[in-house]
């Protein structure tokens, strides 16, 4: 089992920034990919980042590129998500989400690949 805690959410203006950072714990001394989803209001939670378990090979929604970039610690089992340029539409509840992987390099950007979730942080964008 691996647990995962999200903090760094908030309210912050159009063009603000803000810095996820996602918290394991458990078992992990296994290989996993993480990812970054999120879900606004009445819609459906969606894909945002992705990083896999070296770090070098990464993969973001078509939104968020140039503006979000995420990292990872693996010494301290930590996942980041900087969001710069923030807008309005990136609004919503953020979660992190980690899968079990034998492969270094590997990304994944759908939300049934994961086994693992956060109880997500809200973030909030105001016009």
């Known amino acids: 089992q691996v647990q995962l805690v999200e903090s760094g959410g908030g309210l912050v203006q159009t063009g603000g920034a803000l810095r996820l950072s996602c918290a394991a714990s458990?078992?992990?001394?296994?290989?996993?990919?993480m990812g970054w989803f999120r879900q606004a209001p009445g819609k459906e939670r969606e894909f945002v980042a992705t990083?896999?378990?070296?770090?070098?090979?990464?993969d973001y929604k078509d939104s968020v590129k140039g503006r979000f970039t995420v990292s990872r610690d693996n010494a301290k089992n930590t996942v980041y998500l900087q969001m710069n340029s923030l807008k309005p539409e990136d609004t919503g509840v953020y979660y992190c989400?980690?899968?079990?992987?034998?492969?270094?390099?590997?990304?994944?950007?759908?939300?049934?690949?994961?086994?693992?979730w956060g109880q997500g942080t809200q973030v909030t964008v105001s016009s």
């Open positions: 989400a980690a899968a079990k992987t034998y492969y270094t390099g590997r990304v994944k950007n759908t939300d049934y690949e994961y086994d693992y």
């Open positions: 458990g078992r992990t001394r296994n290989m996993y990919v």
């Open positions: 990083i896999s378990w070296s770090g070098d090979n990464t």
